[in-house]
Structure formats: structure tokens, C-alpha cells
């Protein structure tokens, strides 16, 4: 390995610059041992604004991986598992986004092909402040009785996320569940589970795609004896953001995540009540896990997940989200469409 990580990005649509702005916010920063490198996308049109935002181009995803210790993969979902067999044929760590594969099998076929290599998966709402905060509330509110997670985005095809794989059942795999609500699937998990069974039911209002759905409702039973419920759509709405609603109820306090990223976050505790605007959240954050190198700009590194990443290789640490974490979130994901398909109740244990 060179003295400096050499970072490498294949895919560069919306979450590929989206990774670029995090990974050159972490490489400027200059605190960790590592440099952007190449880049490749098969849409040639997607590849200048990324030379100024400090990639040089690549003419392949091979000369990429070729080149790169470090590999972010920002491409539709069917193309994860080759690119995955790539970047691991050439010693690469790597940051795979979510959801790994189209289906439960698929992602377990990358995790086979990852074994023991240090990867972090694209479950970034982990990192984002009302849900580290809301983690870190937990101990607090006792016993979880009943998690609510209302999820709304429209038709994502559009807009920002202009490109059509998403209603191609080839591409993505399935509709609302597996693209958009796995990251709920792995927030319930991770703040409350683990999730021990599953019950779903799945619709398809929009005719977006046959496989494609929009609806999506899963009942899933927590270890702990509480019932999370998950209600996701896409919908025609343009207007209106992505948007999450979640409401956590103990037996001692209630939680609630007004929105995902600026929140606000109400934390109920007995008598006590107090609401965390966004510049709150990013205060308590800091006090969850100050800077690292007593920096107060949280997207250097403590809320970028790409410099959490990067560290982790660096200090031969398990990356996280990671690949084990990932498929816990599809094997709840793959048993909310059973469930959906047959009627049954799925058991996870
Ligand atoms: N973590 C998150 O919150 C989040 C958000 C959005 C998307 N995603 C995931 O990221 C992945 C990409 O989504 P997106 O919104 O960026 O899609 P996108 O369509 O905006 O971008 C995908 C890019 O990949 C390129 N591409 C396609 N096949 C390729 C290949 N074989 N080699 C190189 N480039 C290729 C396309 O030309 C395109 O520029 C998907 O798996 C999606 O589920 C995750």
C-alpha cells in the first residue's frame, strides 16, 4: 500500500457526487492518510464536474480498481455484485451502497464474496444526527413497546433522481421496500431489534413497473416483545421532500424523529421533555463523539460516513455499517415480501 490511501469512485449519479462532496470535505481535511484518484462512469456526461471536485478520470472500472485501495460503488443496484467481485480482485476495501443486492440471495452472494475484507455499506442514516441522537436516548425510555416509522417519497425517477433503472425490476430488484425502506428495516434494527419475525403486505397503486411496488407495510416483532410498524410509499407528491416520521415508545419516555436529517428530535423522559432543533442536534452529536481531531465541522468527519469509513481501513478497524449489518436489513426486507406473497408470518430466529 502506498503511504497515502489511494480512494476510487465507480458511478457518478446522485450518490456518487454525493460520496465526492463527503470523501473531499474528509480528504482536505488532510487528517487522514489518504488521496481521491480515479473515477469511472459509463455515462461520459456525468464525468466532468467530478475533475473539479478532485478525481482524475478513469477509462475503465478495471483501471479504477487497478488503482485504488479504497472503492466506493455508486452504481445501480444489479451491478453492485460485479463491481464488488472486482474491486476485491484487486485488494480493494470496499464502500458498496445499499441495498447490496436485488434480493436477499443476491446479497448474500456478495457478502460470500467480501468474507473477511474490511466494507461498509451506504446505510447513511446511521450517521445522521436525530437517529445517533435517538440512540443514544434509548437506555433512557425503558422498554420498547412500540416503534412507528412513516416513510413518504415521491416516484424517484424524477427530479434529482433523474434516471429511470429504479422502475426496472432488471436494475433494482423491486420497488419502495428494497430501494428506499431498507434503510428503515435497518434503523428499526439497529436502534431496537433485533427483529425476531415479520408480517407484509405489499401494493402497487402507480402501475410503476411490474415487481415495482409502492406500498409497502410491515409489522415486525423486536426481541425484547415490542412491535415495530413500518409504512412506506413512493406517491406522486413531487413537491413534497423525502420525508420521515418516527415515533419510539417505552415503557419510560417517547422519542420522536420529526424528520431524518434536520429533525427536529422530542425526547420525553418522565417529567422531562426537551426538542432538539438541527444546531442541537449537531451540539449533542458532539458531546455523543467530539471531533476527532477537535474540529467542530461535523461533515469532516463525525457525521461523514466516508471519512468513517477511510478511518476504520486506516486503523484496521470493522467498518461500519457493514456487511453482516447490511444483510440483516435484507434478510427483514426478503421477509417482508414472503410474508406479502404468502400470507405467513416470517420468522427471522
Ligand atoms: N445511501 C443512500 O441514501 C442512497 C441514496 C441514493 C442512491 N443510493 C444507491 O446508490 C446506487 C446508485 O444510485 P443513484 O441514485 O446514484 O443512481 P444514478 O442513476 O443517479 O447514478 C448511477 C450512475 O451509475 C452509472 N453506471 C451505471 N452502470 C455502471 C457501470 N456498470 N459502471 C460504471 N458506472 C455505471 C450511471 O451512468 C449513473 O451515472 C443504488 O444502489 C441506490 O440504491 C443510495
Known amino acids: 500500500m502506498a503511504e497515502k490511501l489511494r480512494a476510487g469512485l465507480i458511478g457518478a449519479g446522485l450518490i456518487g457526487k ?15 492518510p489518504f488521496e481521491m484518484g480515479l473515477a469511472f462512469d459509463v455515462d461520459e456526461t456525468k464525468l466532468p464536474p467530478l475533475v473539479d471536485m478532485g478525481w482524475e478520470i478513469a477509462g475503465s472500472a478495471e483501471e479504477v480498481c487497478e488503482s485504488s485501495d479504497l472503492l466506493w460503488i455508486c452504481v445501480p443496484t444489479a451491478h453492485h455484485k460485479p463491481l464488488v467481485e472486482l474491486g476485491i480482485a484487486h485488494g480493494c476495501a470496499v464502500f458498496c451502497e445499499k441495498p447490496l443486492g436485488r434480493d436477499l440471495n443476491e446479497a448474500l452472494a456478495i457478502g460470500k464474496v467480501i468474507a473477511d475484507r474490511p466494507a ?76 425476531n419475525w415479520v408480517i407484509g403486505e405489499t401494493g402497487s397503486f402507480l402501475n410503476i413497473a411490474p415487481g415495482i411496488e409502492d406500498m409497502a407495510s410491515l409489522q415486525m416483532g423486536l426481541a425484547g416483545g415490542g412491535v415495530a410498524s413500518l409504512n412506506t410509499t413512493w406517491h406522486n407528491v413531487t413537491g413534497r421532500e423525502s420525508s420521515r416520521h418516527i415515533q419510539i415508545l417505552g415503557t419510560e419516555g417517547v422519542i420522536v424523529i420529526r424528520h431524518e436529517v434536520q429533525g427536529p ?67 427483514i426486507v426478503q421477509a417482508g415480501y414472503d410474508s406479502a406473497r404468502t400470507g405467513e408470518r416470517i420468522s427471522l430466529v
Open 265 to 331: 428530535v422530542e425526547i420525553h423522559v418522565g417529567d422531562t421533555s426537551e426538542v432538539l432543533e438541527l444546531g442541537q442536534l449537531f451540539a449533542r452529536m458532539l458531546e455523543i463523539e467530539p471531533g476527532w481531531y477537535g474540529e467542530t465541522d461535523l461533515l469532516e468527519h463525525v457525521c461523514n460516513e466516508d471519512a468513517r469509513f477511510v478511518r476504520a481501513v486506516v486503523e484496521k478497524a470493522p467498518p461500519t455499517p457493514s456487511i453482516e449489518e447490511a444483510l440483516e436489513a435484507h434478510r
Open 18 to 32: 454525493f460520496h465526492t462532496f463527503m470523501i473531499g470535505r474528509a480528504a482536505r481535511a488532510g487528517k487522514l
Open 120 to 195: 461498509q455499506v451506504g446505510l447513511v442514516l446511521r450517521t445522521a444526527p436525530p437517529f445517533r441522537v435517538a440512540k443514544e436516548a434509548m437506555p433512557r425510555i425503558g422498554e420498547v413497546q412500540a416503534i412507528s416509522f412513516i416513510d413518504d417519497q415521491f416516484v424517484p425517477v424524477q427530479k434529482q433522481y433523474a434516471s429511470g433503472w429504479r422502475a426496472d425490476p432488471e436494475l433494482a430488484g423491486s420497488g419502495v421496500l428494497l430501494e428506499h425502506s431498507i434503510h428503515d428495516a435497518d434503523l428499526i434494527n439497529w436502534l431496537a431489534g433485533p427483529v
